[in-house]
């Protein structure tokens, strides 16, 4: 038997934030702590209105994205970790990534170890030459989906069918399961019959 929740793997996916809490690098304030007040771990406005994240967490990773931006030699972006510089070294990425466009920033960014990302709409996320590569997404009678995960090697999983309808009825949608499973998602004792 195997115990298995998504609610365990999510608080399991807290564990990151548990540890820098416990370092007092986590805030009860929103801006504040280290995965969302700094300048270097956020999202930027484009000039074009779409949107580009940097998570330059490392010092190396720092150091190269204010080269990417030309600011090297700019002594007051030196110290990426003085929370009383984030607000207004915030301020200044804002003005720098809203004078290009979201494709120039990630002409120039996207590969490096500058860690960026553009933000993308699911459409654009599927197109994605790294999510398309995975075959993350597929479009099935003109609805794009997710396909399932994990993948084994040596193992295929089944191709999602079609995405039922709200008012389609309910035993087309658990025609594919077993018997047991279907009597574990109801609690109608004659689903089984």
């Known amino acids: 038997m195997v115990d298995a929740a998504i609610v365990d793997g999510s608080a399991h996916m807290m564990n990151l934030l548990l540890s820098l809490k416990a370092a007092g690098q986590v805030a009860s304030i929103r801006g ?5 007040g700094p300048h270097w771990y956020s999202t930027y406005r484009c000039a074009d209105g779409n949107f580009i994240s940097v998570g330059s967490l490392e010092p190396k990773f720092y150091a190269l994205l204010c080269k990417k ?4 030699g700019d002594s007051s ?5 003085d929370r009383d510089a984030w607000p207004e070294l915030k301020q200044r990425f804002s003005e720098i990534f809203a004078m290009r466009t ?3 920033w990630r002409a120039l960014l996207e590969g490096s170890d500058a860690c960026f990302a553009p933000v993308l709409d699911p459409d654009e996320a599927a197109r994605h030459p ?7 997404y597929r479009e099935i009678d003109n609805i794009l989906q997710a396909m399932p995960a994990p993948r084994f090697s040596g ?6 069918g079609p995405i039922p309808l ?3 009825d309910p035993s087309t949608i658990r025609r594919g399961w077993s018997k047991p499973d279907r009597c574990g998602i109801t609690a109608r004792t004659d689903c089984c019959e």
Do not use: K, N, Q, T
């Not at 790294?130 to 993350?136: I, L, P, Q």
């Not at 193992?155 to 999602?160: A, E, G, K, M």
């Open 102 to 104: 979201r494709e120039e």
């Open 166 to 168: 709200h008012h389609e």
């Open 32 to 36: 504040c702590s280290i995965l969302d």
């Open 69 to 72: 931006l030309g600011l090297a």
């Open 130 to 136: 790294h999510m398309a590569a995975r075959g993350v």
């Open 77 to 81: 972006f030196d110290d990426g970790y």
């Open 155 to 160: 193992s295929s999983l089944p191709i999602p």
